[in-house]
């Protein structure tokens, strides 16, 4: 089987953890995936074949403006073309090809496939992206939905359209050029009818619609990593501290955020371990001793570990949050963030930061919060329930179809 893949980390893991489920039940498996360093070596750690594939995302997330199309031509015909060309070549003689990222991407995957006439499935670790009456769509680089409109089928139509005018053209002209007929709606042919879920069901409840979704439990990629000795001498040195980091999601509109989240937690009378990830977060020399700055690090072990974790809301944080029973303080900054954050809330696991831009008062307020003993209980009680053979079912689902 073959794997495809393009995104930050939380595209990757999943993907990576279905691959490595997928070779346990003795298939073969490759992954092509961005070339950025740290997934080359996280994937490697794992035993993985990795092909890379387009340019890499930490050069993409770090330097394009959040909602800017600038630019947005050029990156959609450099996916599609890597479907066309390294995806199809590795995929030929493949059984399936399972793709998950950008619709350029998947919708080339699709196309891929039915060129070689071999079976396809997207996968989504973002409900938020897959049509339902239940909420909005997230809207599209450049192309803003009309904030006037209420009706969420109604807006769900207009994203198909939208879609289609943004890749519709580019995509058929690769197919045309590759002997297939043109697609009309390019987001519903790239989902399919039957896309597969990558979410946990307590998490993420997914609430039937006009798609038959197959919801399988979250695709995790186990990190055996050791610590480094500078963090377990950290831990070990008093009480458990408060997690912060905002993994690849840009801070523009919180750059101060390591300071202030510092502060906060200060404010609670708890230590703080503040992660790099891709906004370069950091703090002055002189911080403290109860403080530490770290960079990429085994988070289901670190979870286990800390207080509470104050995050950004990517599906992937969240979950591994929520497996390690830590309260969550959630400060989204876009996508399938406020959802998420939304979700903790509900559940009683964590608190939903209202705004991406919080301020001492109203981080220490919402830590408060999450540290409670009602938060603390609860979200010990949640992560006995959340599944962790999510991977291993979908590639059992996956070797069936295989056949």
């Known amino acids: 089987m073959v794997v495809s893949t393009y995104g930050a980390r939380g595209s990757v893991e999943p993907m990576a953890g279905l691959a490595v489920a997928l070779r346990e039940l003795g298939a073969e498996v490759r992954v092509c995936a ?3 360093e740290e997934f080359a070596e996280r994937l490697a750690e794992a ?11 930490r ?6 403006v959040p909602g800017s199309a600038a630019g947005l031509a050029q990156r959609v015909a450099e996916l599609m073309d890597a479907q066309f060309e390294t995806v199809a070549a590795l995929a030929e003689g493949s059984d399936v090809l399972v793709a998950n990222g950008p619709l350029p991407l998947t919708s080339g995957a699709r196309s891929v496939a039915e060129v070689l006439g071999i079976g396809y499935v997207h996968a989504s670790h973002q409900p938020v992206v897959l049509p339902s009456p239940y909420r909005r769509p997230p809207g599209r680089r450049g192309r803003p939905l009309p904030g006037e409109v209420t009706d969420n089928r109604e807006l769900w139509d207009l994203d198909a359209r939208i879609a289609q005018e943004m890749f519709g053209e580019m995509l058929n002209s690769r197919r045309a050029a590759a002997g297939l007929a043109p697609v009309d709606n390019v987001r519903d042919y790239a989902f399919t009818g039957r896309p597969f879920l990558a979410t946990d069901p307590v998490l993420d409840p997914w609430r039937p619609t006009e798609l038959d979704v197959v919801q399988t439990g979250a695709w995790i990629l186990p990190d055996e990593r050791p610590l480094p000795d500078k963090l377990v001498e950290f831990l070990e040195a008093g009480a458990p501290p408060v997690y912060v980091g905002f993994g690849s999601t840009p801070m523009g509109a919180a750059p101060d955020i390591a300071r202030v989240a510092v502060e906060a937690i200060r404010a609670q009378g708890r230590r703080a371990l503040v992660a790099r990830g891709w906004a370069g977060l950091g703090l002055a020399e002189d911080h403290g001793d109860d403080c530490l700055v770290v960079g990429d690090v085994n988070h289901q072990a670190l979870f286990r570990r800390v207080i509470a974790v104050v995050h950004h809301g990517s599906g992937g944080t969240t979950t591994t949050a929520a497996r390690a029973g830590a309260p969550q303080v959630v400060v989204p900054q876009g996508a399938d963030q406020p959802y998420w954050a939304g979700r903790m809330s509900d559940l009683g696991i964590g608190v939903a930061h209202a705004g991406p831009s919080p ?14 003993p009602a ?11 959340i599944r962790s053979d999510g991977a291993a079912e979908a590639a059992k689902l996956l070797s069936d179809l295989a056949g």
Do not use: C
């Open 34 to 36: 961005p070339p950025d």
């Open 47 to 57: 035993g993985l074949t990795v092909v890379p594939v387009g340019r890499p995302v």
């Open 59 to 64: 050069e993409l997330v770090t330097t394009v």
């Open 359 to 372: 301020t001492v008062a109203s981080l220490s307020a919402a830590l408060g919060t999450a540290l409670a």
């Open 375 to 385: 938060t603390v209980a609860r979200a010990t009680a949640v992560a006995g329930t």
